[in-house]
């Protein structure tokens, strides 16, 4: 197999279904080439296969000669040479990942340059002042990205050339400044490289090639691809094109558009554009842009001929479509057509409104597939809940929703702040590619420079973050920013909001948000996908969370647990009379007063899900956790500090103190010991289900034991329940089972199975305890060295293992159901609202997932994504 395809390759299917081979970026350029025949400058795509072979085991055998004989045919093809001093040949070297990481990897452009074709430049053009502020842009490009070069002293080199000339506007240094500048910046690479700069034009290509090769292992591109899910060894295509330039003249410009709004969705020209510049000068936020609509005044041929490229390429692509574009002298050139990063709000109404456009023509299910968990998490961000009247300055509003955080003026600092605790606001004049670690740690992000599709604007709403960009009040100093005569200090509060582009000192109060009503019509479409198959239901405690849960769609409550309850400041006095009691009837006292208090929790629950299980687990911890710690009551004591009441709870809490109770007393076993307590909630709970039903509703209840580990605990357990149930007038649904939380309990699946009605697998202890670890330990400290070194694919607390937990969870299913054919499962624990575990609970058969409200929406759209991959694989096996 060839290592390198020109974009005019005759692929055998259509390359835009190649992206694995040639990368989005050659795939699209290939289709807008040999399938649209738009206009795309010239190139080729060096494949995914050469990077994976070159970041194993260095340059590949063959390349050299596929690249030889590629950029001879480009050179053919141009009537130029590269690097010729008469009639130079320039060529541009681009990254192009399988899955788009927009700024994540390098880009080198106005290659093939040096001190004798920028003569020829020169001279072919007629414009000194193009040749060599081309010239300058490639010598400091590929210092930085291929020599590793400090940018730093290029960028001061340039403010000093415009200061000089008294200009801030590059396109205004004249020509003489212009091949001043790059003459400073020839010297500063041999003195910061110790070499002089590359003079020969193939150096200069293998060189960008590597740089691009090695891009995909850095720290940028890693963390977006942690941040995204995107696997590691895929590897980047590279791509090499005849360069068009869009800072020839004043004829000439550049920009990047989209087929419709990515904050909104609307239809429309949207984005930025620049005259006399290049590509970079726009994403890199460095000059103020103009926005699209305004191409038509002053390019009304191109801007007609651009409407007309974006209405093809999204009926072609059936999306909503991205695109860079250069005009040089009047000429329109497509560099690049990718899918395009949206908000929440635009992908829910783009993916209804394609369902209505006979030119797209979505159906439901694709509509379903082009949503992320993201995109659902976006709409629910908050607002702010008070109007603003001291606002700080204005910004455009390049990513929805609001964001409070203390403000940080670099990465590193936003990323320690974070570990620390803090909600952090990034604030920068732009932001590149190396800021994305302090991105990912931001809760919003703030420049005061750059436009709606600069770096900061693309990735923050590709990660749901509030952004406000272009703020060009704000004045960055050491030590914080000033807005006119008004200072902001690292560290200090600030509120800023993503849709208006509003920035406010101190802290706002925020607010849920409504969700657009494309949100819920998706959403009906994922649950018509799902019905009958899996359902989705909500861990909720109290019925304001059972409301916020049924309003989101859940189908019931697959985990009420009990003991948040009792943890509530007018309970928690009767659970600790109920554990110092010192006789029969004390206990049976206190027991009586829980029982009342129980019953009301359990009355609001079931009236809010009437119609709808609710699962409820009795109590799980162990009782020292209702008793106050003996540490400090010892500290009392020595003091000289506690009453009668104080000494009965220090014995007490001495008495329950285990040395490792999380697999002490607690769960069934605290009913063992404590039998009258279990008993009382199953009591409470169905008096509270009759109080409901004799008011019309509709209660249907699940009663779930937690923690067995045998069978005979489990017939001990309903043996309660049974008593219970028949000193009730139950005239409703009432089902008996366990929750499946300890390897062992997934073992002897089958003999729970013949007393159980269902199971519901609590995969947080199921996951501490298969792999010994404490969560609440290993998190922190041991996780993220096991992460970087690649002992474990994934952090287990948040997505389920698929080789260990997973085997359990199925060998139990299976045994389960032999045993009980029609066992109800489902899963409990906070894998529940993770969509790479439920695709994994969907593929092991569970009847459902349950999650915490604000993320059963995600769990419904991947539960039904889950559904559609499962039938298109056996629809293809």
């Known amino acids: 197999m060839p290592f390198i395809y020109p974009f005019d390759h005759a692929h055998p299917v259509a390359p835009k279904e190649l992206k694995a081979l040639l990368g989005g970026k050659g795939a699209n350029l290939a289709e807008m080439t040999s399938v649209l025949g738009l206009p795309v400058p010239p190139g080729f795509t060096i494949s995914t296969d050469a990077c994976r072979a070159y970041l194993g085991n260095g340059w590949p055998d063959g390349l050299d000669e596929e690249l030889d004989r590629h950029v001879g045919a480009l050179e053919d093809r141009m009537g130029r040479r590269l690097g010729d001093p008469s009639d130079p ?19 080198v452009l106005n290659l093939g340059l040096n001190d004798s074709s920028v003569e020829g430049l020169t001279r072919q053009t007629n414009d000194e002042r193009f040749a060599y502020d081309s010239y300058r842009r490639f010598i400091a490009m590929y210092a930085r990205i291929v020599l590793g070069l400090d940018p730093e002293p290029f960028e001061r080199l340039l403010v000093e050339a415009k200061q000089r000339v008294g200009t ?94 990515p904050a909104t969705g609307e239809q429309g020209a949207y984005g930025d554009f620049l005259v006399n510049a290049q590509g970079e000068d726009v994403v890199a936020g460095i000059r103020i842009t103009e926005p699209l609509s305004a191409l038509q005044d002053q390019f009304p041929e191109v801007f007609a001929e651009l409407m007309d490229v974006f209405a093809r390429l999204e009926r072609h692509f059936r999306d909503m479509c991205d695109v ?48 992320t968990p993201d995109h659902l998490d976006q709409v629910l961000h908050p607002r702010f809940a008070a109007e603003v009247v001291d606002v700080l300055t204005r910004g455009l509003g390049a990513s929805p929703g609001a964001a409070v955080g203390r403000v940080y003026l670099d990465a590193a600092s936003a990323v320690e702040a974070h570990a620390a605790g803090e909600p952090v606001i990034l604030v920068r004049k732009e932001t590149s590619p190396e800021d994305v670690r302090g991105m990912l740690a931001a809760e919003g992000i703030l420049t005061t420079r750059g436009g709606l599709v600069s770096h900061a604007a693309v990735v923050a709403r590709g990660w749901g973050k509030p952004a406000v960009v272009g703020a060009d009040a704000i004045v960055i100093e050491e030590g914080g920013f000033r807005v006119g005569g008004r200072q902001v200090g690292v560290g200090d509060w600030i509120s800023i909001d993503g849709t208006s582009g509003v920035v406010v000192a101190g802290r706002m109060p925020l607010a849920e948000s409504a969700p657009p009503e494309e949100f819920e019509i998706v959403l009906g479409w994922a649950d018509e996908i799902a019905f009958g198959k ?111 009441e104080g000494e009965r709870l220090l014995a007490a809490a001495r008495a329950w103190h285990e040395q490792n109770p999380m697999l002490g007393i607690r769960g069934v076993r605290l009913g063992v010991v404590k039998p009258g307590l279990y008993g009382m909630q199953v009591r409470a709970l169905l008096a509270a289900a009759e109080d409901v ?26 043996q309660w329940f049974d008593e219970a149930r028949a000193a009730s007038d139950a005239r409703f649904e009432v089902r008996f089972g366990t929750m499946i939380e300890t390897p062992r309990a997934a073992l002897i699946a089958d003999e729970l199975a013949r007393e159980a009605d269902f199971f519901s697998f609590g995969t947080n202890d199921l996951t501490q305890m298969t792999f010994g670890f404490s969560r609440d330990d290993v998190e922190a400290k041991l996780m993220p060295a096991y992460l970087a070194s690649e002992l474990l694919a994934a952090n287990p607390f948040k997505t389920v293992d698929p080789r260990g937990v997973m085997r359990l969870v199925r060998q139990a299913v299976e045994a389960g159901r ?10 409990c624990g906070e894998h529940g609202g993770d969509p790479a575990s439920i695709a994994q609970f969907v593929e092991a058969g569970l009847d459902y997932v349950s999650a915490s409200p604000f993320r059963v929406p995600i769990a419904r759209l991947a539960v039904a994504q889950s559904l559609m991959r499962a039938k298109d694989a056996a629809e293809t096996a």
């Open 89 to 107: 040949l320039l060529v541009s070297v681009r990254s192009g990942a399988q899955f788009s990481m927009p700024g994540m990897m390098d880009t």
């Open 168 to 261: 801030e506007n590059d396109g205004e240094l004249p020509p003489s400044e212009l091949r001043r500048l790059a003459g400073a910046y020839l010297e500063l690479v041999g003195e910061l490289a110790g070499s002089p700069f590359p003079q020969h034009p193939r150096d200069q290509l293998r060189g960008a090639i590597e740089a691009v090769f090695r891009s995909w292992n850095g720290e940028r591109a890693h963390a977006y691809r942690e941040r995204e899910g995107i696997p590691d060894d895929l590897g980047t295509a590279v791509n090499v094109q005849a360069m068009v330039f869009g800072n020839r003249d004043d004829r000439s410009g550049t920009g990047v558009g989209f087929t419709r709004d």
């Open 324 to 371: 860079e574009f250069t005009i040089e002298q009047g000429k329109l050139w497509l560099l690049q057509t990718r899918v395009g990063k949206r908000t929440g709000v635009a992908a829910l109404r783009m993916a209804v409104q394609m369902t209505k456009d006979p030119a797209i023509a979505l159906t439901k299910e694709e509509a379903v597939a082009r949503i």
């Open 534 to 644: 899996v359902g989705v239901r909500a861990n909720a405690d109290t019925a304001d969370d059972a409301e916020r849960a049924r309003r989101f769609g859940a189908k019931g409550i697959g985990l009420c647990r009990t003991e948040h309850m009792f943890l509530q400041p007018d309970r928690l006095p009767i659970v600790r009379r109920m554990i110092l009691a010192e006789s029969p009837e004390e206990e049976a006292s206190a027991l009586e007063e829980l029982f009342e208090a129980q019953r009301r929790d359990f009355r609001g629950i079931l009236e809010v899900m009437s119609g709808l299980p609710v699962t409820v687990r009795l109590l799980d911890p162990p009782l020292h956790e209702f008793l106050p710690d003996v540490t400090a009551l010892e500290r009392a004591e020595a003091a000289g500090g506690l009453d009668d």
């Open 693 to 718: 039903a004799r008011a019309g509703g509709e209660p249907i209840v699940e009663v779930m034991i937690p923690l067995t580990v045998s069978r005979e605990e489990l017939a001990l357990a309903r």
């Open 818 to 827: 032999r045993e009980r054919p029609g066992l109800k499962v489902g899963v």
